[in-house]
């Protein structure tokens, strides 16, 4: 059972506007929030993370929301560059004794149209 | 480099053969996880080690599937008689394995191909 999806498995954004991926997840449990960009033929690379504590947190052009009570989690990307032209997935995760398993989204791919 | 790093980034084999797949994680890492990821999906936990041990192995499809970690920094995911559906990239991730400082890195995958 898919705990975090992806529900958009593509967008096109034009360069410049702002750029909204959005993700939704089942377990009220899950505590810790990333997305991570994945250019093809390399391993995902971290991106931007929020803890259940916060509902948003920014770092430069990257923004990640968090709705606790709809179990929902967006990112913004504005304003958008042709280099953001990417796979992005979101990941979830309950922090337990044993690790941290994090559940990742199918994805969603991004294009940026310059 | 200072990141994660997986040996060999592709491998082909054929069915029914062993293979080894390497994992090199970022210094100082604790905490070390392998994922499959298959064409279309987005990675799927298999292990997780802290140090030594395997932490939490519920991932690993079948007995088939194996992984080591001597001596708590290098990690093996070994596979016997491999099948077709084994095909897809097997990531390994690393971390500080300390609470609130959980993001992991990941290497750039061994892609293992099946025939």
């Known amino acids: 059972d898919q705990q975090v999806k992806q529900n958009s498995p593509s967008l096109s954004v034009q360069e410049g506007r702002i750029s909204i991926l959005n993700c939704d997840y089942t377990?009220?449990?899950?505590?810790?929030f990333l997305w991570y960009k994945k250019y093809p033929a390399e391993g995902p690379t971290f991106l931007i993370s929020?803890?259940?504590?916060?509902d948003k947190n920014e770092d430069g052009r990257f923004t990640v929301f968090l709705n606790k009570s709809a179990k929902h989690l967006s990112l913004h990307i504005v304003p958008s560059q042709p280099g953001d032209s990417a796979v992005y997935f979101c990941?979830?995760?309950?922090?337990?004794?044993?690790?941290?398993?994090?559940?990742f989204g199918t994805g969603t791919s991004l294009t940026v149209i310059p | 480099g200072a990141g994660v790093s997986q040996t060999p980034s592709n491998k082909v084999t054929e069915k029914g053969k062993y293979v080894e797949l390497r994992c090199d994680p970022i210094?100082?890492?604790?905490?070390l996880y392998w994922y499959r990821q298959s064409l279309g999906q987005g990675p799927e936990f298999l292990i997780y080690?802290?140090?030594?041990?395997?932490?939490?192995d519920s991932g690993l499809p079948n007995d088939r599937f194996f992984a080591v970690r001597p001596e708590g920094s290098v990690s093996t995911l070994k596979i016997q008689r491999t099948e077709r559906g084994d095909s897809a990239v097997y990531l390994c991730?690393?971390?500080?394995?300390?609470?609130?400082?959980?993001?992991?890195?990941f290497g750039p995958g061994t892609r293992l191909l099946v025939l």
């Open positions: 991730a690393s971390s500080l394995g300390v609470r609130d400082q959980e993001t992991q890195y």
């Open positions: 377990n009220s449990m899950f505590d810790y």
């Open positions: 929020i803890s259940s504590i916060k």
């Open positions: 990941a979830a995760s309950r922090f337990k004794n044993t690790g941290n398993q994090f559940y």
């Open positions: 210094s100082g890492h604790t905490a």
């Open positions: 080690f802290q140090g030594t041990g395997a932490a939490d």
